[in-house]
């Protein structure tokens, strides 16, 4: 419960921030609360630290939601692709947007290239164009994308085989992995993205020099 | 004046009143408005705002459901139409500090979600002890929190700094900034209900658009002033800024602000999402790129004079413009009416809040010749704005994201002024 705070001790506040203020200046303020008509009030209830409100989600509803896949293959899910499946679910569900050989096509983004093989040139010049196989540094993170966000017309309707076809799919245009490589919750995490080494932690911090 | 012309003019007036859907318009009120516009050719849509010579002689409008602009004001977001890509905020039409929430900026990565707020929820699970479901109406029953901060996106600026044209506007050049007051539950709250386990180092947040947009954050922010937010400037979200609940990340970077947030997951390591790997990512001219770049640099924009203004006159100008930090508050702006030359302390006009949009202004007498002005933010880190030459040199030509360099409006000897990089 918060204390409340005596006369005197805000009159020493006073004194000590307002450093020239007299004493005369305390009594009057004094003087001033004794008159004071604010109508007296009691002390809130101390807000516990929790409320108790929410409640538990079932295990089919966390499901429907956690879509997520990381780095170390947690939340793959069963199932695997190849590259012919993934070629086959590129043409018919990705090409007339990122072109048939996702070279991509207007607004939508280039996906495959895997020059420049040497280097990692991207801060030098803007017109190189980043893809997954010259940029992106971890492959599950294909695999994240698609099954989240693609199609871009029907989101979410990738089946796991589709999306670990399409892994292997692209993973080989890029040239990361053999074409006669098969995708799951196993060998996808396993795969080294050319680009991974060249990603450092943001060094900046306030004040100089500028980075 | 032909009837089929006065119905054109009254429903041109209902509509910039807001009245549509056959609210009544006094009759009077509009023919007064009418004629006062008589003797104008029979307009073609868009008719030119019209306003009695005397609005004082003339009876006014009824009210109607909501406020409504003034016909003669038209600031507006561009472009428009945009389901995966960015609509700039019109700097230049703004005063003080508080972006109107109808010209906030929008970036959208499959369109704006459209949420049932009776069946929208956000749910927290992962490395915690008791996984939560909260709907809306629950979250606004924890004790509330209302801070002004200001949301940018850190790819603003990109087109100004790649791509810089003379006819670019505040606008054009800095528009993917916008500042408001947000009110909502600090996650903290939520977690103190959730409860985390050891090993949270992380949290994956998620949208719940069409894009399920992902990003990875840092457990300390979210501990320290992230925000669950369901009201912006007093109302409900906007659709576009998130509605029905977002997540504000007070300095970060936009893209991490989550909008229709529907779960965040406690990892212990990060996602390493599109939205955190290929993206939001900035390369170096070293070869190298940084990653897990979160924090806004300071920066700041002179929005008048600007593009497409015109000086009509030598004699005594303001210079305003905007400055923010996402490391705290700013300190200072220092203006330069000679081309970076010579600097001058400009006046913060206050409120000076942290990690929101501060207003500056300097009175400046213009002497009628070709100069160029700039203006230089420092925030309570002692950070400087960078010039562009130092901008260039130490970020590089291709990196991608966060340009905060100093800005320039070149002013010409005939009042003309024209964004100069």
């Known amino acids: 419960m918060r204390p409340r705070r005596s006369s005197v001790a805000r009159c020493l506040t006073v004194l000590v921030i307002g450093g020239g203020t007299t004493l005369g200046a305390c009594r009057r303020d004094t003087a001033r609360e004794s008159e004071a008509t604010l109508p007296a009030v009691g002390h809130a209830r101390r807000t516990p630290e ?72 991207f801060g030098r010049d803007p017109k190189i164009v980043k893809t997954i196989g010259n940029y992106w540094p971890y492959s599950t993170t294909v695999y994240d994308y698609v099954h989240r966000a693609m199609p871009f017309n029907a989101p979410g309707s990738l089946t796991p085989n589709e999306s670990y076809a399409l892994a292997a799919w692209l993973l080989a245009e890029n040239e990361v992995i053999p074409r006669d490589a098969i995708m799951n919750a196993q060998t996808l995490p396993k795969v080294q993205m050319p680009a991974r080494g060249h990603f450092v932690l943001d060094d900046r911090r306030g004040g100089q020099p500028f980075r | ?219 300390p922010k979210l501990l320290d002033d992230a925000i669950i937010a369901y009201a912006q400037n007093g109302e409900p979200l906007r659709m576009p800024n998130g509605y029905p609940a977002r997540l504000l990340l007070p300095g970060y970077e936009g893209n991490m602000c989550i909008k229709w947030i529907r779960r965040i997951e406690l990892i212990d390591q990060p996602n390493m999402s599109r939205d955190e790997t290929s993206k939001y990512t900035d390369p170096l001219p070293n070869g190298t790129a940084r990653q897990f770049s979160f924090v806004m640099d300071a920066k700041s924009i002179i929005t008048s004079p600007a593009y497409p203004e015109r000086l009509t006159a030598p004699g005594w100008w303001p210079v305003r413009g905007l400055a923010w930090s996402g490391r705290g508050k700013i300190t200072r702006v220092d203006v330069s009416t000679d081309g970076g030359r010579s600097w001058t302390e400009s006046e913060l006009v206050g409120p000076v809040l942290p990690l929101a949009h501060t207003r500056f202004q300097h009175m400046w007498q213009w002497d009628g010749k070709a100069t160029s002005i700039m203006s230089r933010a420092i925030d309570e880190t002692g950070y400087v704005q960078p010039t562009l030459e130092t901008f260039r040199a130490v970020r590089g030509a291709g990196t991608d994201f966060h340009f905060n360099a100093i800005r320039t409006w070149l002013v010409e000897q005939d009042g003309r002024v024209f964004f100069g990089g």
């Open chain 2, 1 to 219: 004046m032909s009837d089929d012309r006065a119905i054109t003019r009254r429903r041109a007036i209902g509509v910039a009143a807001g009245l549509v859907g056959g609210a009544v318009l006094s009759g009077e009120a509009v023919e007064l408005l009418a004629q006062q516009g008589g003797g104008a050719a029979a307009a073609p849509a868009p008719l030119a705002p019209v306003a009695p010579a005397d609005a004082s002689v003339v009876p006014g409008l009824p009210s109607g459901a909501t406020s409504i602009r003034s016909p003669f004001e038209t600031p507006a977001l561009t472009p428009v139409g945009v389901t995966t890509g960015s609509s700039l905020s019109p700097l230049q039409d703004f005063a003080g500090t508080i972006t109107p929430s109808d010209l906030h900026f929008q970036r959208h990565h499959n369109g704006i979600a459209v949420i049932d707020p009776a069946r929208y929820s956000l749910t927290i699970h992962g490395l915690v002890d008791h996984p939560l479901v909260f709907s809306l109406e629950e979250l606004k029953r924890f004790p509330s929190v209302t801070r002004t901060h200001f949301i940018e996106c850190s790819g603003n600026a990109r087109a100004a700094y790649r791509t810089p044209k003379r006819e670019m506007t505040p606008q054009d050049v800095d528009g993917l900034t916008s500042n408001s007051e947000w009110s909502g539950v600090l996650v903290s709250t939520l977690l103190k209900e959730t409860g985390m386990k050891r090993g949270a180092k992380w949290a994956l947040a998620e949208g719940g658009d069409a894009a399920r947009l992902s990003r990875s954050i840092p457990v």
């Open chain 1, 50 to 121: 929790q409320l108790g409100l929410g409640h538990s989600p079932t295990a089919q509803q966390l499901a429907a939601i956690d879509i997520d896949a990381n780095p170390a293959g947690v939340g793959l899910p069963p199932g695997q692709g190849t590259y012919a499946e993934g070629a086959a679910v590129f043409a018919q569900k990705c090409a007339f947007c990122h072109g048939p050989k996702g070279e991509g096509l207007g607004p939508y983004p280039k996906l495959v290239g895997a020059e420049p093989k040497q280097g990692f040139p």
